[in-house]
T-cell receptor, first 110, second 117 residues
Framework: QKEVEQNSGPLSVPEGAIASLNCTYS??????FFWYRQYSGKSPELIMS????GDKEDGRFTAQLNKASQYVSLLIRDSQPSDSATYLC??????????FGKGTTLSVSS | DTGVSQDPRHKITKRGQNVTFRCDPI?????LYWYRQTLGQGPEFLTY????????KSRLLSDRFSAERPKGSFSTLEIQRTEQGDSAMYLC???????????????FGNGTRLTVT
């Protein structure tokens, strides 16, 4: 069974801190990796995609990918209360659809 | 880009009844996906289409579930003889087809929340 694993949390950080969210995956053939944010009662919305090893930055968000370690992470700098949500890691299995982790709940306190 | 549209937003049905949900994808997207999500879990893959062809169904998907995308545009998901365990949020997403083996991001609709009593 191919899997995407995330720590369910909750991860609690103070406003202005860096939040670090982690994800591991089991399919070595995976090539596409995504982070989604989901507010309670809402549908997932795309934050970032990453396809190559290394870092990819977009504003306050940085995605990091290490295919050798089968590990992808998301850093949120200068965390804001509005960042409080569940963060979903999604990974493609070779030749099939995106598989999602269970998500990590982030709570940013002001 | 009007986004992915799902209808209805909410559905309450009695156990044993059939229900059908509709999804209208982003117009230029040829891939359409159905996922199911329960509280505290990530979206669970159900099935996906490329144009009108259903390319994959989850092995966990009961025979009571069927999906169609007859003209490669909108899609319907039908659940026959609903059970209380079918209560969940049903999410539709669309995307462009992969390029060079790399997936395009999925864009989700607002979902249909099903409650089976």
């Amino acid at each position: 069974q191919k899997e995407v694993e995330q720590n369910s949390g909750p991860l609690s950080v103070p406003e202005g801190a860096i939040a670090s969210l982690n994800c591991t995956y089991s399919d070595r053939g995976s090539q596409s990796f995504f982070w989604y944010r989901q507010y309670s009662g809402k549908s997932p919305e795309l934050i970032m995609s990453i396809y190559s090893n290394g870092d990819k930055e977009d504003g306050r968000f940085t995605a990091q990918l290490n295919k050798a370690s089968q590990y992808v992470s998301l850093l949120i700098r200068d965390s804001q209360p509005s960042d409080s949500a569940t963060y979903l890691c999604a990974v493609n299995q070779a030749g099939t659809a995106l598989i999602f982790g269970k998500g990590t709940t982030l709570s940013v306190s002001s | 880009d009007t986004g992915v549209s799902q209808d209805p937003r909410h559905k309450i049905t009695k156990r044993g009844q059939n229900v059908t949900f509709r999804c209208d994808p982003i117009s230029e997207h040829n891939r359409l996906y159905w996922y199911r999500q329960t509280l505290g879990q990530g979206p669970e893959f159900l099935t996906y289409f490329q144009n009108e062809a259903q390319l994959e169904k989850s092995r966990l998907l009961s025979d009571r579930f069927s999906a169609e995308r007859p003209k490669g545009s909108f899609s319907t998901l039908e659940i026959q003889r609903t059970e209380q365990g079918d209560s969940a949020m049903y999410l539709c997403a669309s995307s462009l087809e992969p390029t060079g083996g790399y997936f395009s991001p999925l864009h989700f609709g607002n979902g249909t929340r099903l409650t089976v009593t």
